[in-house]
Each structure stands twice: as structure tokens, then as C-alpha cells.
């Protein structure tokens, strides 16, 4: 069975560019869920997506954005890129809901310079 | 609102020691509670889960009791291995309340010495 697919693993971006990552969920997993890790800040939610449509949200700016499609994979975007942002995005897909636990995948490593 | 607050670390250990992380949360409903395991350069793994109070969560030898009343999930093992060496991570998640997501601890890092 494969797990969640995240791509692509690593990216360097510059300053002011847009970036757009991709999730690919476990098959049949409908919730899929982003977060931002960073040594920081730790762990943090970002927004989370259940058949096209974004039931949650975390505390971030309006340039961070994601949509998911009709087969549950999903992308996040991060548009007027900050240094600040440069961290591991975590994507996580459920079949039933956080209270049962999520599959995370591998991340993205975002450096911004 | 919801919160967790874990054990600062790092931990080190010798292999066969006895493991535990504290963990207490807060959190205004009935949550579920979570340890994941974190490998360097990889993503988050479910260690073990705990849906209500006096559950225990179990998983390649660790363990975590739902103690509702000192509102706690330590994590303990009883003989750790250089292959637990990772970061861990306790969370909680009260899908009625605030959706789904996770609030995750700060993460405690442990690494086992032959």
C-alpha cells in the first residue's frame, strides 16, 4: 500500500518567487492535511482539505493557499516568498479524521535565500 | 484552547534504559492523544494513539496511559534500543471541537549509546 507522496523533496527558492507543492494521499483517503515544521516554531497546522473543500485553517498570512482535487491529492502554494518561510512542509491524509490519527509523508524542504 | 507541553530534551540514553517522556496537554473537550516518531530526513510516524481517558496506547514496546485526571500520556519503554534514537513528538487532536487537526509538543529529541 503506498503512503502519502509528497513532491517535490527539496526546493531553493528565492525571495519574492511563488512555489507550489504537491500531495499525493493514500489511496482512498479523503482528509488531507498540511503542516509547516520549523526549529523555531515546531510544528504548526496550516489548512486542512476533505473532498475539495478546505474545512480548517491555521494561523498563517493570506500568501499561504492549497485546494485539493477531485482524487484527493492536493497542493499547497506560497506566493511572495519570505526567508521565514523556508521550512519542512508536511503533508498528512486520513480516511476518518485527526481523532484517529493521520499518515504523514516524507515533506518538502523549502530553502528560501 | 488546546495545548501540549512535552518534556524538553535532548535525552540520551544507554540501550537498555528505561525511557519515559512526559507529556501533560490542555484542551477543552474529550481529545484523542498521539505519540509520533520523527527519523532523521523523514516525516512523521504514528507511534501509538489513545482515543479516551484510561486507554493505553501500545506499539513496539512503548507505552502511553489516557490519564484524564493528571491530564498526562507519558511515553515509557521499558528497554530501549540504538535503533529508538529520533525525535518524538506527543499531540493532541479534539476533531469535535477545533476540526482536524493536531497540536503538537515541542518534539523531544532521544538518542540511545551502545
Known amino acids: 500500500k503506498a503512503g502519502v507522496t509528497q513532491t517535490p523533496r527539496y526546493l531553493i527558492k528565492t525571495r519574492g518567487q511563488q512555489v507550489t507543492l504537491s500531495c499525493s494521499p493514500i489511496?482512498?483517503?479523503?482528509?488531507v492535511s498540511w503542516y509547516q515544521q520549523t526549529p523555531g516554531q515546531g510544528l504548526q497546522f496550516l489548512f486542512e482539505?476533505?473532498?475539495?473543500?478546505?474545512?480548517n485553517k491555521g494561523n498563517f498570512p493570506g500568501r499561504f493557499s492549497g485546494r485539493q482535487f477531485s482524487n484527493s491529492r492536493s497542493e499547497m502554494n506560497v506566493s511572495t516568498l519570505e526567508l521565514g518561510d523556508s521550512a519542512l512542509y508536511l503533508c498528512?491524509?486520513?480516511?476518518?479524521?485527526?481523532?484517529?490519527?493521520?499518515?504523514f509523508g516524507s515533506g518538502t524542504r523549502l530553502t528560501v535565500v | 484552547g488546546n495545548s501540549v507541553t512535552q518534556m524538553e530534551g535532548p535525552v540520551t540514553l544507554s540501550e537498555e534504559a528505561f525511557l519515559t517522556i512526559n507529556c501533560t496537554y490542555t484542551?477543552?473537550?474529550?481529545?484523542?492523544l498521539f505519540w509520533y516518531v520523527q527519523y532523521p530526513g523523514e516525516g512523521l510516524q504514528l507511534l501509538l494513539k489513545?482515543?479516551?481517558?484510561?486507554d493505553k496506547g501500545s506499539n513496539k514496546g512503548f507505552e502511553a496511559t489516557y490519564r484524564k485526571e493528571t491530564t498526562s500520556f507519558h511515553l515509557e519503554k521499558g528497554s530501549v534500543q540504538v535503533s529508538d534514537s529520533a525525535v518524538y513528538f506527543c499531540?493532541?487532536?479534539?476533531?469535535?471541537?477545533?476540526?482536524?487537526?493536531?497540536?503538537f509538543g515541542t518534539g523531544t529529541s532521544l538518542t540511545v549509546i551502545p
Open positions: 498528512a491524509s486520513s480516511l476518518r479524521g485527526s481523532n484517529y490519527g493521520y499518515t
Open positions: 489511496s482512498g483517503h479523503r482528509s
Open positions: 482539505y476533505f473532498s475539495e473543500t478546505q474545512r
Open positions: 484542551a477543552t473537550g474529550y481529545p484523542s
Open positions: 489513545a482515543t479516551k481517558a484510561d
Open positions: 499531540a493532541l487532536s479534539d476533531d469535535r471541537n477545533t476540526g482536524n487537526q493536531f497540536y
